[in-house]
């Protein structure tokens, strides 16, 4: 139990500058990957009017998601952002199932990869609202109610950076942690495999989801 | 100076500070959860038709309000089976800290998050045919009442893992206690305010469907208001343990330290409770009468502005504390 809380990592010294890789979660975000492109080829692959099962799945997936993207942003800008939430959702999602593979990890369970979707949805939330409002109508919402609020808007929009990537770090890393002494104080006896249900496929699923309603959330705010 | 076994003293702050985290933790969470339950039974008697998916929906909106409660059991666990290696009696400081602010600060999300999840079951009997909108909508409001009990994780999390065995212990043992209580304590009353606001949207998006554009927008912008007295606090706590603090015998100093942490912390909970009723009518007006959207964000945020100045006072009086004292 005592390696609680310590992360493999190589630190590489570059001109005085430390980098830090952390091995694991490098590896285990290209196995992500990995999955996500064979699980796009089986769907796309023998395509055609009569759909097989694979297909079903995949357009039903993506129908949905369109749909939940026009009724944030509206029709005319559908085309533009479903792709981007769509596949911010299916990363999400199998990082957080590939947990309950046995020797595997969820990427999702280090700061770095939350932080960096996180900081990937605020800026395309950001770049969208000064290109469909202009710059002047964008600089012009920080000053809202009033003047002296600036430095509070500023502060609050930053804060949505902490609290969309720390959500689904918190719940992630905290299922991993829960399961791990659990299974550790039972002896590995019956519980772990209703824990792994219960926080891998149940709470990954529906963090995974709330993560990307949010960023789709602060986009249509942006773009509104 | 006494002499001091400070490993031991490690260790029961370690032990103290997971009972106070995953104690007060427990709170909030299980009363919205009961919420959920509650008006999960009304809505299932108005409409039994539909029992299976107003189960489905407690259910996930349950899951969902847990998640405060899961932060302050990690919190804990860390503290009991972290190794803490050669700490120095800051550390205990630290520990006891982390443990305060998760504790406090899982309250407030944890009863707010359970509201919009007991409203979405409620409207689900009324709307069946809104069935996504309402699900969607719930999960997104109770997600952002729980930024709070965000802020307290990220605060203990620092508390836990950073190094201050360079700084004296004099002044810094009552910042690191007061930066625990700043964000702990405010946090309770953002995150019941926001749960506020978030039920009232689940309600309207099940009496008018078509309006969940404006609801939602309109829920978010309280929430991030109703939210601002919990940035105090974090604002407080990061200077508070960033800060480093000259070394003084006096305990004046140590004491102002606490206190800022504690006044910003006491100070921020009616505010944001305030805060959190004023976007509460506001939402639950707007789904009822859309032309008037415009009318009705403008008077929250005014309304929200002047509720607010007592976080701000107390703010003030913090900053005083810390740089002047």
Not at chain 2, 37 to 47: E, H, K, T
Not at chain 2, 262 to 268: I, N, Q, R, W, Y
């Amino acid at each position: 139990m005592g390696d609680l809380g310590r992360i493999h990592q190589l630190i590489i010294s570059v001109g005085g500058q430390k980098l830090t890789f952390n091995l694991e979660v490098i590896l285990m975000t290209w196995i992500v990957i990995a999955a996500l492109l064979v699980f796009g080829v089986i769907i796309s692959r023998k395509s055609g009017i009569l759909p097989h099962t694979m297909q079903v799945v995949g357009e039903l997936f993506v129908g949905q998601f369109y749909q939940l993207t026009e009724d944030a942003v509206g029709k005319e800008y559908v085309e533009k952002y479903a792709p981007l939430i769509c596949s911010v959702f299916m990363f999400v999602v199998f990082s957080n199932w590939l947990g309950i593979v046995p020797h595997l990890e969820e990427p999702t369970k280090d700061l770095n990869t939350p932080l960096s979707l996180g900081i990937m949805g605020f800026v395309i939330a950001h770049y969208a609202g000064i290109r469909s409002k202009g710059f002047k109508a964008y600089a012009k919402e920080y000053f809202q109610p009033v003047f002296f609020m600036m430095p509070l808007n500023v502060i609050g929009e930053v804060a949505k950076i902490i609290s969309i990537s720390f959500r689904l770090f918190g719940n992630i890393m905290g299922g991993s942690i829960i399961i791990l002494v659990i299974t550790h104080l039972c002896f590995s006896v019956l519980l772990p495999p209703f824990l792994l249900a219960f926080f891998g496929i149940f709470v990954g699923t529906v963090q995974a989801f709330v993560f990307t309603m949010l960023t789709l959330v602060y986009i249509s705010i942006q773009v509104k | 100076m006494m002499e001091f076994d400070a490993q031991a003293w490690v260790g029961a702050a370690a032990v103290v500070g997971a009972g106070i985290a995953i104690g007060f933790g427990a709170i909030g969470a299980a009363i919205g959860e009961g919420y959920t339950a509650a008006l999960a039974n009304l809505a299932v008697s108005r409409n039994p038709k539909i029992s299976g998916d107003i189960f489905k929906n407690m259910l996930v909106g349950q899951a969902v309000a847990e998640s405060s409660s899961i932060f302050a059991l990690v919190v804990a666990i860390l503290l009991l089976f972290m190794d803490m290696g050669n700490a120095t009696m800051l550390k205990a400081a630290a520990l006891l800290g982390a443990g305060l602010c998760m504790g406090f600060g899982a309250i407030g999300s944890g009863i707010g998050s359970g509201f919009p999840a007991a409203q979405a079951c409620l409207g689900l009997s009324r709307q069946p045919a809104a069935s996504a909108r309402l699900t969607t909508n719930m999960l997104i409001g109770s997600a952002v009442c729980q930024t709070p009990a965000i802020f307290s994780l990220v605060v203990a999390f620092i508390l836990l893992f950073m190094d201050f065995s360079a700084e004296p212990f004099n002044p810094t043992w009552a910042a690191l206690i007061g930066a625990g209580l700043s964000t702990g304590l405010a946090a309770i009353g953002s995150g019941y305010g926001g749960g506020m606001a978030a039920g009232s949207s689940c309600e309207g998006v099940a009496r008018q469907p078509e309006t969940i554009g404006n609801v939602t927008t309109i829920m978010l912008v309280g929430q991030a208001v109703a939210q601002t007295p919990a940035i105090f606090g974090l604002l407080v706590s990061f200077i508070l343990i960033f800060k480093v603090f000259p070394e003084t015998a006096q305990i004046q100093t140590a004491m102002a330290l606490l206190s800022a942490g504690l006044c910003t912390g006491f100070g921020g909970i009616g505010p944001g409770l305030g805060n959190g009723m004023a976007a509460e009518g506001a939402v639950r007006w707007v789904a009822r009468n859309l032309p008037s959207a415009a009318d009705l964000m403008r008077i929250m945020l005014v309304g929200q502005a002047v509720s607010q100045s007592t976080a701000i006072y107390a703010l003030v009086v913090s900053l005083v504390l810390i740089f002047v004292v």
